[in-house]
Antibody
Framework: QVHLVESGGGVVQPGRSLRLSCAASGFTFSRSAMHWIRQAPGKGLEWVAV????????YYADSVKDRLTISRDNSKNTLYLQMNSLRTEDTAVYYC???????????????WGQGTLVTVSS | AIQLTQSPSSLSASVGDRVTITCRASQGISKFLAWYQQKPGKAPELLIYDISSLKSGVPSRFSGSGSGTDFTLSISSLQPEDFATYYCQQFKNYPITFGQGTRLEIK
């Protein structure tokens, strides 16, 4: 059974950094593209970033480019999101999401992790 | 970026009703559309991909249709567990985008 567990969320001051992790199990992580999707409190879904199965290709939403960095360690079955220069508008639940069937990143998304809440506040 | 506009934004219905949610794209997205269900406090779950393909295990009362820029999600006979928020998603181009969501409430 595919399982994605995010961690690393918390309360952080504006301008500070945070690193999220997503531990994957139940599938061949090294063959799967992965995404981060976020959801601000009471709001809709916003795509953040994607990374190819081998980490060679990455794409970002304009709103996070140059501040958030997606990466992966296939030896540890773990996805990361390094978040720098955080802003109040980055406050959201961050979901780690798999691209199924070893497809390319531009695809439907399944499954989603349970999410981790990041609160940026002074 | 491709914009997705869902209508209605909210909808009240009763158990047993048939409901339809619409998703309109700002440009043609071919077959690259999916639908998700999200219940309060939970992560979204995939219902339908490629416009009309039902994910394994999703009840057959859910169906999707459409083409080009106009798409619909239908639920043929609402069950109590169907009251949730629904999102469409396009994966034609980056950035991946979602509709703003349709909240389905019990009447």
């Amino acid at each position: 059974q595919v399982h994605l567990v995010e961690s690393g969320g918390g309360v952080v001051q504006p301008g500070r950094s945070l690193r999220l992790s997503c531990a994957a199990s139940g599938f061949t992580f090294s063959r799967s593209a992965m995404h981060w999707i976020r959801q601000a409190p009471g709001k809709g879904l916003e795509w953040v970033a994607v990374i190819s199965y081998d980490g060679s290709n990455k794409y970002y939403a304009d709103s996070v480019k140059d501040r958030l960095t997606i990466s992966r360690d296939n030896s540890k079955n773990t996805l990361y999101l390094q978040m720098n220069s955080l802003r109040t508008e980055d406050t959201a639940v961050y979901y780690c999401v798999r691209v199924p069937n070893e497809a390319a990143g531009l695809n439907w998304l399944d499954p989603w992790g349970q999410g981790t809440l990041v609160t940026v506040s002074s | 970026a491709i914009q997705l506009t869902q209508s209605p934004s909210s909808l009240s219905a009763s158990v047993g009703d048939r409901v339809t949610i619409t998703c309109r794209a700002s440009q043609g997205i071919s077959k690259f559309l999916a639908w998700y269900q999200q219940k309060p406090g939970k992560a979204p779950e995939l219902l339908i991909y490629d416009i009309s393909s039902l994910k394994s295990g999703v009840p057959s009362r859910f169906s999707g249709s459409g083409s080009g820029t106009d798409f619909t999600l239908s639920i043929s006979s609402l069950q109590p567990e169907d009251f949730a928020t629904y999102y469409c998603q396009q994966f034609k181009n980056y950035p991946i985008t979602f509709g703003q969501g349709t909240r389905l409430e019990i009447k």
